[in-house]
């Protein structure tokens, strides 16, 4: 003999309801069957709302009580399309008492707990009876037998206890006796000694068919539902989540206390000393493997099993120097909970007893807190505890593993996955079993804090990025083409998933969870939402991903000016605008201070030099102990091409015009030429070798003419280029003669720093470098003669778009 129970899902269609037929069919071929059923999907909830309707008078509850009848209805029509008169007049008489019983609550503005049971009852006394008779109808051998008249309970009416003497004996009575091949119950129901109705509680039908499994001692127990499993965590919230496929009894329990809706809490319980397994099957896909509940499963020695979570968690934290003095405290306070039947998830003290911290339902809070804080009115009084303070709007998630008191470092790779994505702990509760570690976090945190620790402790090989990028002009572009091409490569070979989830450009903004599909963003873009900056960070914010990551593409000092936010976020930066790391010092501390205290790292290679790694460079040396004496360098792409195109043959207005169409300068050619921009270059390498300098400080000396330097706009600039040819002309004159070719040098060196155009003569490093070609020289401790040298292309969309793909992968491989 064999149990299965299915759940609303599965007989939630006239279709599901035909594949449970099948599957039990199947089954009763070489066995007898005992079928366990919930109310069609959704009903049980459609009935408590007619109801609360109903108490509340509100007519309303009409409308609900139709839809209920119209689906039961339409259900029976589709499942017994002929001669279905008898059943049709069953389910209408049911129907109708269910109508009248709406009325009567309507009419007495009055819904008790025993009314609810008798109201709720319905959804599984007619799935059962309708199941039952279709069976009937295409020639099966199928019963339903009311299982209110054998699972007998106590009146706590909503959630009543079972009595199992009484209700062993009328089950293995009525089995004994029973000659049909199928056995339909309802679930969930039941009666109290006196002949009340009862049920065993939301979710209940589990139950029901474990109590019968158990009364039966039946080789084995099946809940058949709609997920293919007892997942690693709720699969509806993790898309990466995947069925056990061998769980213990202890485990199974803990995850579903915690919040695994997927099997009734006390299910467990009946079949756990007769050692009767368990199956999760799913209707929708019978094929699939599911989760054996057993015993077996001790012996794994994966620590972490699954992950659960509850919602609407209320804390009350009692506090109070006093506490510690109050004879019998703790017995007080759990009487005074009990007694306002407030179930208590979870709770956690201080060691020093000077605070004690409860999670309830947060239903049950205000009760609990008036309650509390009367037992306490005179211990409050005299100040000896403050009174209870309550937080709403907080979930539990609990890690679950029966091997995990064999692992180290579980606890710490919990933290820190959650405190690297700026997920606050609230409290915290290990078991003493250590089956078991709880947090208690904000509501909204729960989606990013379970996709974070399973892929901590589940998949963790793969790690996803998710990124916002602000600025898709030339380099931009080319980074989400960079990305697009890479992805799977970083998918196979490094594990690391990149998600672009949002995009901007300074007309619109898009955004995806899921992940835009790079292969048509333009076309994405252009049909996005107007684009703000703010909006653009309120909604990465609003996401609240995992591993974000926001990248500025732009040269844009309100770009820059955001990054605080971000990083409070624990939103990491990547950046190729200088602007931030280069502004006052006290700014650039401060996001350095932001970046290490929110764990979200800022990084902006690209700000020198480009791809060319030079920051990492140079950030390695210092991390490991060397120290910077000086730094010489060129590190002006465009500047480059420009003296290095520049010669008594050519202008130099058409090579910097030249400069500018390639994309070597900036948008504005002043800030390039006027030194400004090295300058913040070579600042930056100052300030990360660990000097505290702002941008006045270094030496400027301007090569450009006098009215050059003055022009008030881009265009009077060019014409001043025209104009002072020959001053221009006459700097190359000088470096022919000295035999020296022209270079924009930067220079750091005891602690002071400055940016010149230099004649430097041949031999020198610096000589022969060409195009756009940036040179970085760093003399160190290690490196005090010959120094360490980085060189290579300094300008260009593509190098500097997989500059800052290096700095975003940095991040993936943290
Ligand atoms: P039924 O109506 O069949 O009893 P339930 O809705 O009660 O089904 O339980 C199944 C649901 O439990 C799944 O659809 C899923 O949303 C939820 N669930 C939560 N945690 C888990 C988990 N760890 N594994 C599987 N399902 C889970
Ligand atoms: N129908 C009940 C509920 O929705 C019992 C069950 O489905 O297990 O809670
Ligand atoms: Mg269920």
Redesign the pocket.
């Known amino acids: 003999m064999k149990v299965l129970?299915f759940?609303?899902t599965s007989v939630g269609s006239s279709k599901n309801i035909n594949n449970v037929i099948s599957i039990l069919e199947d089954y009763s071929k070489s066995d007898s069957v005992i079928c366990v059923v919930?109310?069609v999907?959704?009903?049980?909830?459609k009935l408590l709302l007619a109801g609360k309707l109903a108490q509340n008078k509100d007519s309303e509850f009409l409308e609900v009580f139709n839809t209920i009848k119209e689906i039961h209805l339409n259900i029976v029509n589709e499942l017994i399309p002929n001669n279905n008169n008898n059943v049709i007049a069953f389910v209408n008489k049911r129907l109708e008492e269910l109508n009248n019983l709406l009325n009567g609550i309507f009419l007495i503005n009055e819904l008790s707990p025993k009314t609810s049971d008798k109201l709720?009852s319905f959804?599984?006394l007619l799935s059962s009876f309708i199941i039952a008779e279709t069976m009937k109808s295409r020639g099966l051998s199928a019963e339903r037998k009311n299982s209110q008249e054998l699972v007998i309970t106590n009146a706590i009416f909503t959630k009543a206890e079972v009595n199992y003497s009484i209700t062993n004996k009328n089950i293995k009575d009525y089995f004994n006796a029973a000659s049909q091949q199928v056995t339909i119950l309802p679930?969930?129901v039941s009666k109290s000694v006196n002949g009340e109705q009862t049920?065993?509680?939301?979710?209940?039908?589990?139950?029901?068919a474990a109590i019968v499994a158990a009364a039966l001692k039946v080789d084995q127990l099946e809940i058949w539902t709609d997920v293919s499993g007892m997942f690693t965590t709720n699969p509806k919230i993790v898309k990466h989540a995947y069925p056990i496929s061998e769980i213990s009894y202890q485990e199974a329990m803990e995850l579903s206390h915690f919040g695994a809706k997927v099997l009734?809490p006390p299910t467990v319980q009946p079949v756990l000393d007769l050692e009767i397994p368990i199956y999760i099957k799913n209707t929708l896909e019978p094929e699939a493997a599911g989760t054996k509940i057993s015993n077996d499963a001790l012996i794994s020695n994966k620590p972490v099993k699954g992950i659960s979570n509850i919602g609407n968690i209320a804390l009350l934290t009692l506090e109070g120097s006093g506490m510690v003095g109050i004879p019998g405290f703790s017995k007080r306070l759990f009487e005074t909970l009990s007694q306002e039947k407030i179930n208590v998830i979870l709770i956690t003290q201080a060691s020093s007893e000077h605070s004690i911290c409860l999670g309830v339902e947060a239903k049950d809070a205000k009760a609990a807190k008036e309650a509390i804080d009367s037992t306490f009115e005179n211990e409050i009084a005299l100040h000896k505890i403050e009174p209870i303070i309550v937080e709403g709007e907080l979930s539990i998630v609990a890690l679950v593993g029966d091997n995990m008191k064999n692992h180290q470092g579980i606890s710490g790779k919990l933290f820190s996955a959650l405190g690297k994505n700026n997920v606050n702990v609230r409290a915290i509760a290990q078991g003493a079993s250590e089956k078991n570690i709880s947090v208690v976090i904000a509501e909204n945190d729960v989606k990013k804090a379970l996709n974070v620790l399973h892929e901590q402790f589940f998949e963790a090989k793969t790690k996803q990025l998710n990124v916002f990028i602000t600025g898709v002009g030339n380099v931009g572009e080319r980074l989400v083409e960079q990305i697009k091409q890479q992805r799977k490569y970083l998918k196979e070979n490094l594990k690391i998933n990149i998600r672009v989830v949002g995009l901007s450009n300074s007309r619109k903004m898009v955004f995806n969870e899921g992940g835009i599909d790079l292969k048509s963003w333009k076309e994405q873009l252009a049909d996005g939402e107007q684009a703000s900056l703010q909006g653009f960070f309120e909604n990465a914010k609003t996401m609240n991903l995992r591993n974000s990551i926001f990248v500025d593409v732009t040269a844009n000092k309100n770009v820059a000016d955001l990054y605080p936010q971000y990083l409070r976020e624990s939103i990491s930066v990547v950046a190729c605008n200088k602007i931030a790391c280069s502004s006052e010092y006290f700014n650039y501390k401060e996001l350095k201070r932001l970046s290490l205290k929110y764990n979200a790292p800022l990084l902006f290679e690209t700000n020198v030099g480009a791809g060319l790694p030079v920051i990492d460079t140079l950030n390695n040396l210092i991390a490991s102990g060397d120290k910077v004496n000086s730094i010489q360098a060129v590190l002006s792409g465009s500047l480059n091409f420009v003296f290095n195109n520049f010669n008594d043959s050519t202008k130099f207005y058409d090579i910097v015009k030249q400069a500018a169409a390639e994309g070597y300068t900036e948008p504005d050619p002043r800030i390039d030429l006027s030194g400004v921009d090295v300058a913040r270059k070579i600042l930056i390498l100052a300030r990360e070798s660990g000097v505290e300098m702002n941008l006045e400080d270094i030496e400027n000396a301007p090569f450009l003419s006098e009215s050059g330097l003055k022009s008030d706009t881009v265009d009077d600039f060019y014409q001043t280029l025209i104009d002072d040819e020959a001053h221009y002309q006459s700097l190359y004159a000088s470096a022919k003669a000295n035999d020296c070719q022209l270079k924009y040098v930067a220079k750091f060196d005891n602690g002071k720093a400055s940016v010149s155009l230099q004649e430097i003569p041949n031999g020198h490093p610096f000589y022969n470098l060409e195009g756009s070609d940036n040179i970085v020289m760093f003399y160190t401790e290690r490196y005090p003669e010959q120094p360490m040298i980085i060189k290579g292309a300094g300008a260009g969309a593509d190098v500097t778009a997989s500059g800052l793909f290096a700095d975003i992968i940095r991040l993936g491989n943290d």
């Open positions: 129970k759940g609303g919930s109310a999907g959704g009903i049980t909830d709720v959804g599984e679930g969930f049920t065993l509680g939301r979710g209940g039908s589990d139950f029901t009734y």
